[in-house]
């Protein structure tokens, strides 16, 4: 079974300074990791991914996040918060091991960014 | 390209009606997925398609659901009869190959449903 995790429903981080939100996931074989973001009234827009290989990934509008097997997690970040990253993440998994089409999403974290 | 396109993008009806969801994926696509929203429940998995035929369909929360995939450029959920807890946000996402399972999906707009 794969299953994934945020362990924070809120985020709330001052415009300028770095953020974090948080994933942590559970699958039998080897990951495949996601995020999404959605504004407010739209649908989810695929950001970035891990596959396999380099353990930093980078994605859309400044967005990267770090695989780690050990910890089993996928935190997404970025450097420099803006007050347009305001919407809520989702983190998914998929479990390369299966053959299941399905990605399990977490619950969702709502970033805040404040001027 | 024009990316997932639903319709309609809201729907009011009321308890009892028979509610139909439309869904064109991205050209090229072949598996569909069909998720919905709410506060209370989050984003639900509901069933996906592949070459449209239906994979898995645990998640339809109850036989007033259904949904069908006739070709590659089209999928329907029928909701028969409507109640008011079924009102939420219904997304409609494709992405390329079922067996890669790296592919990342693409959503649509939702469909908004208020059953009253």
């Known amino acids: 079974a794969q299953s994934v995790a945020q362990p924070e429903d809120q985020v709330n981080v001052a415009e300028g300074n770095p953020l974090t939100v948080k994933c942590t996931y559970s699958?039998?074989?080897?990951?495949?990791l996601f995020w999404y973001v959605q504004y407010p009234n739209r649908g989810l827009q695929f950001l970035l991914k891990?596959?396999?290989?380099?353990?930093l990934v980078k994605g859309s509008y400044g967005f990267e996040a770090e695989f780690n097997k050990s910890q089993t997690s996928f935190h997404l970040k970025k450097p420099s918060a803006l007050v347009s990253d305001s919407a809520l993440y989702f983190c998914?998994?998929?479990?390369?091991?299966?053959?299941?089409?399905?990605?399990?999403f977490g619950d969702g974290t709502t970033l805040t960014v404040k001027p | 390209d024009a990316g997932v396109i639903q319709s309609p993008r809201h729907e009011v009806t009321e308890m009892g009606q028979e509610v139909t969801l439309r869904c064109k994926p991205i050209s090229g696509h072949n598996s569909l997925f069909w998720y919905r929203q709410t506060m209370m429940r989050g984003l639900e998995l509901l069933i996906y398609f592949n070459n449209n035929v239906p994979i898995d369909d645990s998640g339809m929360p109850e036989d007033r659901f259904s949904a069908k995939m006739p070709n590659a450029s089209f999928s329907t959920l029928k909701i028969q009869p409507s109640e008011p807890r079924d009102s939420a946000v219904y997304f409609c996402?494709?992405?390329?190959?079922?067996?890669?399972?790296?592919?990342?999906?693409?959503f649509g707009p939702g469909t908004r449903l208020t059953v009253l």
């Open positions: 996402a494709s992405s390329l190959g079922l067996g890669r399972g790296y592919n990342e999906q693409f």
């Open positions: 891990y596959i396999t290989g380099d353990n």
């Open positions: 998914a998994v998929r479990d390369s091991g299966t053959n299941a089409g399905k990605s399990t």
């Open positions: 699958v039998s074989g080897n990951p495949y």
